[in-house]
């Protein structure tokens, strides 16, 4: 019984102990949060009790008279749509036809265009001779039948061709005729040759340059006698009636 008793005693005295503690702790802390910090060391003994929890924390700011505290955010959003407010539907563009004549035996050459607006379109396609191609191939046809003057005088129908055997001395065949008579045909009937217009600019041209040789050297012939010529280097006599 006395065991008990021994054990029972120390274990009410420190509940007892607590509870006191609890009490003081309790009365320390207010309702609003406030906290009490008590330190004592006067005496011959000294304590220190801090009790935490419960913060109620305050913030105030004074400004001095005549200054504050403004801050104004303004925010503003402009959306500005300049689209075209019509129909915008497309329609597919218009593609020119590929016209090929390549593996066909024939002088074509393919032509093709297309256009296109905004609510139509069109494309076109057609074939153009190539006379050059069908000369040749004339001139080879007729060259593989024996036809050599037939083949050469269908080749002299291009300019090109004729100014080169002029420049040979085997001028192109006419009428029947070759070599030196079909030349004097060719010079007079002129305006038959298929390079006329390059014909009377190259005459033009030798015609004054001949002129100007023909009066320089009548100039060194005769040092003193004055000669006049015309815009095309002819020599102007002027006949004393």
């Known amino acids: 019984m006395k065991n008990i008793l021994i054990i029972i005693a120390p274990l009410v005295f420190f509940l007892w102990l607590i509870g006191c503690m609890m009490d003081s702790a309790i009365a320390d802390v207010t309702g ?24 109620h924390s305050e913030a ?8 504050s ?7 503003t959003t402009n959306n500005s749509n300049n689209s075209y407010p019509g129909d915008t539907r497309t329609v597919p ?8 004549a390549m593996s066909q035996d024939l002088c074509t050459v393919g032509v093709g265009i297309g256009i296109q607006k905004p609510l139509i379109g069109g494309s076109i396609g057609i074939t153009k001779r190539d006379m050059n191609c069908e000369r040749m191939k004339l001139a080879k046809l007729l060259f593989d039948f024996n036809m050599k003057v037939s083949a050469v005088a269908i080749l002299c129908q291009d300019a090109r061709v004729f100014q080169s055997m002029v420049m040979a001395g085997t001028p192109c065949p006419f009428n029947g005729r070759i070599g030196s008579q079909a030349l004097a045909e060719w010079n007079k009937y002129e305006q038959q040759r ?12 030798m015609e004054r340059v001949d002129n100007k040789i023909a009066t320089d050297a009548e100039q060194e012939a005769n040092p ?18």
């Open 60 to 67: 105030t700011t004074n400004y001095q008279t005549g200054s």
């Open 194 to 205: 298929p390079d006329y217009e390059e014909y009377t600019k190259a005459l033009r041209y």
């Open 93 to 100: 563009s218009a593609s020119a036809p590929g016209i090929s």
């Open 32 to 55: 609003a949060g406030s906290t009490t910090n008590d330190q004592v060391t006067s005496g011959s003994s000294s304590s220190n009790t801090a009790i935490t929890g419960g913060y």
């Open 69 to 75: 505290q403004s801050t104004t955010t303004n925010n």
């Open 224 to 241: 003193d006698e004055q000669i006049i010529t015309d815009g095309n280097g002819n020599r102007i006599n002027f006949n004393n009636k």
